[in-house]
């Protein structure tokens, strides 16, 4: 049998309230442009034809309560606060109520962000990895049970940093819904169990710098904590 010729470091696992069992991190989807007020910050208007997306490396992913250093590259590193949606089943061209079924839980994210790098390659029509894939760049809090939570509704979302609120909006205000992001992106892939997408950023994103202390939350859900050296 064929030996690695190096060993890969494990996969990351977000913790799940209330069990012992952890969530190992699969591919990771992100929605981009999904609150019109965080669009029209940006300069850019929301394509209300269909949701468009971006994705993030699992070997990036943290947990909640890191503590990291100023990323290289970068002198305008942006916060996201986002809600995730934990997939425990597999989807393909699904409809709403195969969506539905498949959704394991939900939880708290924070997409960091190197806003420089983004706008720049933006700019030149080319891929957003440079801002968007980055060490560290997706920091999830415990995962909690559909179940147990319920659905997005009108649950308030919201980001301080150093105890001073940037973000506060209400999931209500998503353009594309958890089910209708699940049902567009599995026409285009195979999701399975362990998928994470993340929903969006409502307005008020902005940068942080060494020493910040970040914390996102949604209603019912446990909050989610970042801090830079």
């Known amino acids: 049998m064929s ?3 190096f060993d890969l470091p494990p996969v990351p696992a977000i913790p799940l309230e209330g069990r012992e069992e952890v969530w190992p991190v699969g591919r990771i989807f992100c929605v981009g442009r999904n609150y019109a007020a965080h669009a029209a910050e940006m300069g850019v208007e929301v394509d209300r034809e269909q949701p468009f997306y971006f994705t993030k490396s699992a070997c990036h992913a943290v947990l909640s309560g890191a503590e990291l250093p100023y990323p290289q590259g970068t002198e305008n590193f942006h916060h996201e606060m986002e809600l995730v949606v934990a997939i425990a089943a597999p989807l393909r061209d699904a409809t709403a109520a195969e969506a539905r079924a498949a959704i394991w839980g939900y939880g708290c994210a924070l997409d960091m962000t190197r806003r ?6 933006r700019q030149k029509q080319r891929p957003w990895s440079l801002g968007k894939d980055l060490e560290g760049g997706s920091v999830f809090a415990p995962l909690r049970a559909a179940s147990e939570w319920g659905e997005p509704q ?7 940093v150093n105890g001073e609120i940037r973000q506060d909006a209400s999931l ?8 209708e992001i699940l049902c567009h992106l599995s026409g285009y892939y195979h999701m399975r169990p362990g998928d994470l997408v993340m929903t969006g950023t409502p307005a008020g994103v902005g940068p942080v710098v060494a020493g ?3 914390e996102g939350g949604i ?7 970042l801090s830079l050296r």
């Not at 420089?116 to 390659?121: F, I």
């Not at 009108?154 to 301080?160: C, G, V």
């Not at 209500?172 to 089910?179: C, D, G, K, R, Y």
Request: proline share 3%; charged share 30%; aromatic share 6%.
């Open 154 to 160: 009108t649950q308030r979302i919201w980001l301080r």
């Open 116 to 121: 420089d790098l983004q706008l720049r390659e």
């Open 219 to 225: 209603d019912g859900l446990t909050s989610v904590r």
């Open 172 to 179: 209500a205000e998503l353009i594309w819904s958890v089910e």
């Open 3 to 5: 030996k690695p010729l």
């Open 212 to 214: 910040d202390h970040i």
